[in-house]
């Protein structure tokens, strides 16, 4: 199973993989979710993985764990590492990309997907200066138009 530089959270019932460059706020955005969680909205969200996740496609899924040797565990930056409760496993619903040269005002279609381990998944790419939160509370919560 392939390990792979990303972050991973549960968010209702499928994943989100994090992707990008070191520094980019994998893990500050998987706080972000968390302590959103907390106000109630999602109702559900916890860790999945920080930093390596593990991918597994299986029956026309993608599926993400985390590494076990660093299980629960999380970067907080100015606070060093931390243990949190997590899940073992879930299906990637959505793949988000921080600091993505293509995030675009409008991207088009053909840059809202990206095929990992021969499965297609929903892409969100991030520009670095955009709000990373705001952007997937919107994939979350709104239809897509025309």
């Known amino acids: ?8 959270v549960l968010v209702g019932a499928r994943a989100l993989l994090i992707r990008g ?6 893990s500050r955005l998987v706080l972000a979710l968390l302590r959103q969680a907390e106000r109630g909205f999602p109702a559900l969200v916890r860790l999945i993985s920080d930093d390596r996740s593990l991918i597994e ?14 299980a629960g ?10 243990r949190l409760d997590y899940e073992p496993a879930a299906v990637i619903g959505c793949v988000v990309d921080l600091a ?7 991207p088009a279609a053909t840059r809202l997907r990206v095929e990992i381990e021969g499965i297609c998944l ?25």
């Open 122 to 146: 929903p892409r969100l790419p991030v520009a670095a200066d955009a709000d990373a939160l705001g952007l997937i509370w919107a994939s979350l919560t709104t239809d897509r138009a025309g």
């Open 1 to 8: 199973m392939p390990s792979i530089h990303a972050s991973a």
């Open 73 to 82: 565990l999380i970067e907080v930056r100015g606070l060093g590492i931390r």
């Open 100 to 106: 993505a040269a293509d995030g675009e005002r409008l």
């Open 21 to 26: 460059p070191s520094g980019a706020g994998k």
């Open 57 to 70: 496609p299986h029956h026309g899924r993608l599926l993400v764990r985390p590494v076990p040797e660093i």
